[in-house]
T-cell receptor
Framework: GAVVSQHPSRVICKSGTSVKIECRSLDFQATTMFWYRQFPKQSLMLMATSNEGSKATYEQGVEKDKFLINHASLTLSTLTVTSAHPEDSSFYIC????????????FGEGSRLTVL | GQNIDQPTEMTATEGAIVQINCTYQTSGFNGLFWYQQHAGEAPTFLSYNVLDGLEEKGRFSSFLSRSKGYSYLLLKELQMKDSASYLCAVMDSNYQLIWGAGTKLIIKP
């Protein structure tokens, strides 16, 4: 099946710094990628939909200035957590679909962010 | 509003059969998905139903009734490695995935 790679898998940073997480589709072109946040023992929370060549669509309540998403090519989307705070500590997961209506998502391995 | 309901936690015995139910109310329907997620890992795709009926794939089967807004995931011959969370997700009319909170399945020897 399709492969999505996410990097880094774990990152620890100091409060106030910025962290960038990359999501790559390795063997297919992904016009749309999704970024999720997951708190312990809870389901995935969609943060934003990343569209290649255009601005991301953010879900209600997600600060677009804090969570910067860039979808520079058909195989790469990045999430930058700016001025990170301890409450931003979470598991961030990206996913990509091979088509708009296929629905099957391929997930990256996830990135666990810890802000000290 | 849109809503996906599934039990929070279930316990089953190794070698047995377990059924995880999911009911949904969404604006439109373009398919229902089941994903498996082990603790600390990303979800992996299990099944996709868009028509009524049962889809069988090895030890796992998924059933859908669109008129009832209902699906279940059936796991047979349970193994310890099946201990995980099982997420039900529905694709609505805008092709957005609406996620359930997940069912944590605990397998006991």
């Amino acid at each position: 099946g399709a492969v999505v790679s996410q990097h880094p898998s774990r990152v620890i940073c100091k409060s106030g710094t910025s962290v960038k997480i990359e999501c790559r589709s390795l063997d297919f072109q992904a016009t749309t990628m999704f970024w999720y946040r997951q708190f312990p023992k809870q389901s995935l929370m969609l943060m934003a939909t990343s569209n290649e060549g255009s601005k991301a669509t953010y879900e209600q309540g997600v600060e677009k200035d804090k969570f910067l998403i860039n979808h520079a090519s058909l195989t790469l989307s990045t999430l930058t957590v700016t001025s990170a705070h301890p409450e931003d500590s979470s598991f961030y997961i990206c996913s990509a679909s091979t088509g708009r209506d296929t629905g099957e998502l391929f997930f990256g391995e996830g990135s666990r962010l810890t802000v000290l | 509003g849109q809503n996906i309901d599934q039990p929070t936690e279930m316990t089953a015995t190794e070698g047995a059969i377990v059924q995880i139910n999911c009911t949904y109310q969404t604006s439109g329907f373009n398919g229902l998905f089941w994903y498996q997620q082990h603790a600390g890992e990303a979800p992996t795709f299990l099944s996709y139903n868009v028509l009524d009926g049962l889809e069988e794939k090895g030890r796992f089967s998924s059933f859908l009734s669109r008129s009832k807004g209902y699906s279940y995931l059936l796991l047979k011959e349970l193994q310890m490695k099946d201990s995980a969370s099982y997420l039900c997700a529905v694709m609505d009319s805008n092709y957005q995935l609406i996620w359930g909170a997940g069912t944590k399945l605990i397998i006991k020897p």
